[in-house]
T-cell receptor, first 115, second 114 residues
């Protein structure tokens, strides 16, 4: 068990470009979550998957954001036409439905800087 | 709906002093409560959690927290601060039914001086 892995750790992009982040959850975890954390704030929920189904999306997830988990394993978060306001740490977490709160584990995050 | 309020964006203590970080929650159903620590440019590490049972919860690194339903509080304490405790601390809440997501407070930065 290597924990939740996120790639890349850091991403600098120019405004208007598209970016994609990847999250590899703990292998036996069937739930996967994305959060966004801006400077000086706590993480804010974006969306979550149970297996490959996206079950909830926050109002923070604008039309420029899309998340997928095609085979119920890794997930990608894409941001199209990035804006400076998208600069943040994007955190992924995973958990097991059977363990609920007891197995909730965060990755180290991807820090996005839009210039 | 659930929400969390962390009183004090910054708390300063001397090494060896008591650490007290405050968290009050609002929840329409019995909550799960969590404390996480975050070091610079890193993800979140779970310190401790309350789900059911004993209201005094012990976590890692000597931290503990007490769930007080009557006060809707879940304050984090540590008897003696260490320099390595300097970090950002987040309180979070989730409904104990279904457990889909966490709602975080805005965080408290703990500063420890020698």
């Amino acid at each position: 068990d290597t924990g939740v892995s996120q790639d890349p750790r850091h991403k600098i992009t120019k405004r208007g470009q598209n970016v994609t982040f990847r999250c590899d959850p703990i292998s036996e975890h069937n739930r996967l979550y994305w959060y966004r954390q801006t400077l000086g704030q706590g993480p804010e929920f974006l969306t979550y998957f149970q297996n490959e189904a996206q079950l909830e999306k926050s109002r923070l997830l604008s039309d420029r954001f899309s998340a997928e988990r095609p085979k119920g394993s890794f997930s990608t978060l894409e941001i199209q036409r990035t804006e400076q306001g998208d600069s943040a740490m994007y955190l992924c977490a995973s958990s097991s439905l059977s363990r609920g709160a007891n197995g909730y584990t965060f990755g180290s995050g991807t820090r996005l800087t839009v210039v | 709906a659930q929400s969390v309020t962390q009183l004090g964006s910054h708390v300063s203590v001397s090494e060896g002093a008591l650490v007290l970080l405050r968290c009050n929650y609002s929840s329409s159903v019995p909550p799960y409560l969590f404390w996480y620590v975050q070091y610079p440019n890193q993800g979140l590490q779970l310190l401790l959690k309350y789900t059911t049972g004993a209201t005094l919860v012990k976590g890692i690194n000597g931290f503990e927290a007490e769930f007080k339903k009557s006060e809707t509080s879940f304050h984090l304490t540590k008897p003696s601060a260490h320099m390595s405790d300097a970090a950002e601390y987040f309180c979070a809440v989730s409904p104990n039914t279904g457990f889909q997501k966490l709602v975080f407070g805005t965080g408290t930065r703990l500063l420890v001086s020698p």
